[in-house]
Nanobody, 119 residues
Framework: QVQLVESGGGLVQPGGSLRLSCAAS????????MGWFRQAPGKQRELVAT???????NYVDSFKGRFTISRDNAKNTVYLQMNSLKPEDTAVYYC?????????????WGKGTLVTVSS
């Protein structure tokens, strides 16, 4: 079955960095546009960045210059390098395809990985 497994989150101090990974299985990863999303406490999930199958990237303005999305098609993995982290970056981070994966008529999301930015 389709699976997205995010990892790499944790507790980091303001100004620090983290690299998130998302391993995908049972999807045609090499031809999929992938995205990173996040959901902060009490807020809706929001898009962070996308990357096409050929490596073209796009970022929501508020993340430009601090976050970098990349992918390794041989490993079916998409990454998010996050630098200069701020407390407001605290959220659960998810990856997904664009458009969002659906299974049994519902959107499919992995469990995400929690990033906490705090001193």
């Amino acid at each position: 079955q389709v699976q997205l497994v995010e990892s790499g989150g944790g507790l980091v101090q303001p100004g620090g960095s983290l690299r998130l990974s998302c391993a995908a299985s049972k999807i045609r990863f090499s031809i999929a546009t992938m995205g990173w999303f996040r959901q902060a406490p009490g807020k809706q999930r929001e898009l962070v960045a996308t990357i096409t199958s050929s490596g073209g990237t796009n970022y929501v303005d508020s993340f430009k210059g601090r976050f970098t999305i990349s992918r390794d098609n041989a490993k079916n993995t998409v990454y998010l390098q996050m630098n200069s982290l701020k407390p407001e970056d605290t959220a659960v981070y998810y990856c997904n395809t664009i458009p969002i994966l659906r299974a049994a008529g519902m959107e499919y999301w992995g469990k995400g990985t929690l990033v906490t930015v705090s001193s």
